[in-house]
């Protein structure tokens, strides 16, 4: 959003002083400005994350994006934790964090989430603000991964 905020601004301060010479660039600018930042608004009320967890492994989705599944062969362990959403992933959405060990992160809002760690060390955090349903179902799908440790 900063980044959409800065260039719109950037653009309506560079048309500004030609308003007199042609009004019609500044109102184009000023009018798809207004769209852009209409529909960045809109998107962030109507993406919803989804989480699902059953046999095969746990499932995520921005809504309306397609699923995205991680099978428990893969994950060495799994666990609902709190965390630093700003200081370990630098916000929320989609975030990788370059700079340490944590992985990535999908989250929109909240600091309570399901850490995955995979088998191959890289680690994946999915936000989900319902701790003690998540704790419960991933309570009965443990043995799962313990099936495929060996």
């Known amino acids: 959003m900063l980044l959409v905020s800065a260039i719109i601004a950037g653009s309506l301060i560079k ?13 184009t600018v000023l009018g798809s400005s207004l769209f852009v930042i209409a529909l ?26 397609k699923s995205k599944l991680i099978n428990w062969r893969d994950i060495d362990k799994c666990f609902v934790r709190t965390y630093r959403p700003l200081h370990e992933y630098g916000g929320w959405g989609y975030r990788t ?35 003690k349903d ?5 309570e009965t799908y443990t043995y799962k991964i313990k099936s495929y440790a060996g």
């Open 134 to 138: 998540a704790k419960k179902v991933l």
């Open 97 to 131: 964090n370059i700079f340490s060990n944590k992985g990535s992160a999908v989250n929109v809002k909240g600091n309570i989430g399901i850490q995955i760690v995979f088998k191959r060390g890289k680690q994946f955090l999915i936000g989900n603000q319902k701790k």
């Open 15 to 27: 048309s500004y002083p030609n308003i007199e010479s042609d009004p019609v660039a500044f109102w």
């Open 40 to 65: 960045s608004v809109a998107m962030l009320f109507l993406l919803k994350l989804e989480t699902k967890i059953d046999e095969q492994g746990i499932y995520y989705r921005f809504w309306p994006l």
